[in-house]
């Protein structure tokens, strides 16, 4: 039920080069939210989007920023890459004020950087 | 601010049993819903159950029901007759009612099925 996909599913980096996250939806859905999944810590919130051009950041924003110039399409870049940001990277859509009110989340990137 | 806290960072049950997760939250909130997700070694964030804080019926979903105790801000997980399919990690999540959606999660639970 593809709904959402992130790319790519993994990924191997070297410290201080550019790299960004793709999370596309078929669910035209306003609010796209990008987390990383840490262990000991959960998942924690990176950015969201709340709308085309409109974003904002959440509690480990540093390092990272984002973009959506579509409904469908919401990208984290990470500006030059870290060791700190090795994790797993999961996109979500929510679909509010839906019956199934909750996220639908991607399949999640596994970056690694070396 | 909002906070999850599970305590439980692992729990092994015998296949059939049933078995208890914990969560409790902090919130000034009124009106917010809770979450229970599952991430099996698939990685992916499959939805258990949700609950609205203004419903003071708890939420069942076949097998699996919540014990939701808004005075305490507690949020526990009941899994009946567990299943080796149940062995995942097991996130509580709290969102706030009106506003941007964000979902604040808790550490998790390892939850493990012995055959």
């Known amino acids: 039920d593809a709904g959402i996909t992130q790319s790519p599913r993994h990924k191997v980096t070297e410290t201080g080069t550019p790299v960004t996250l793709r999370c596309h939806q078929t669910?035209?859905?306003?609010?796209m939210y990008w987390y990383r999944q840490d262990p000991g810590h959960g998942l924690r919130l990176i950015h969201y989007?709340?709308?085309?051009?409109?974003?904002d950041k959440g509690e480990v924003s540093d390092g990272y920023s984002v973009s959506r110039s579509k409904t469908e399409d919401f990208l984290l870049t990470l500006e030059s890459a870290t060791s700190s940001q090795t994790s797993v990277y999961f996109c979500?859509?929510?679909?509010?004020?839906?019956?199934?009110?909750?996220?639908?989340f991607g399949s999640g990137t596994r970056l690694t950087v070396v | 601010a909002q906070t999850v806290t599970q305590s439980q960072p692992e729990m092994s049950v015998q296949e059939a049993e049933t078995v208890t997760l914990s969560c409790t939250y902090d919130?000034?909130?009124?009106?917010?819903?809770l979450f229970w997700y599952k991430q099996p070694p698939s990685r992916q964030m499959i939805l258990v159950i949700r609950?609205?804080?203004?419903?003071?019926q708890n939420a069942t979903e076949n097998r699996f029901s919540v014990n939701f105790q808004k005075a305490a801000k507690s949020f526990s997980l009941k899994i009946s007759d567990s299943q080796l399919g149940d062995t995942a990690m097991y996130f509580c999540?709290?969102?706030?009612?009106?506003?941007?959606?964000?979902?604040?999660f808790g550490t998790g639970t390892r939850l493990t099925i012995i055959p």
């Open positions: 989007s709340y709308g085309v051009k409109d974003t």
């Open positions: 999540a709290f969102m706030k009612h009106l506003g941007n959606e964000k979902l604040t």
């Open positions: 919130t000034s909130e009124n009106n917010y819903y």
């Open positions: 669910e035209n859905h306003r609010y």
């Open positions: 979500a859509i929510s679909d509010r004020g839906g019956q199934n009110y909750g996220y639908t």
């Open positions: 609950q609205e804080a203004y419903k003071q």
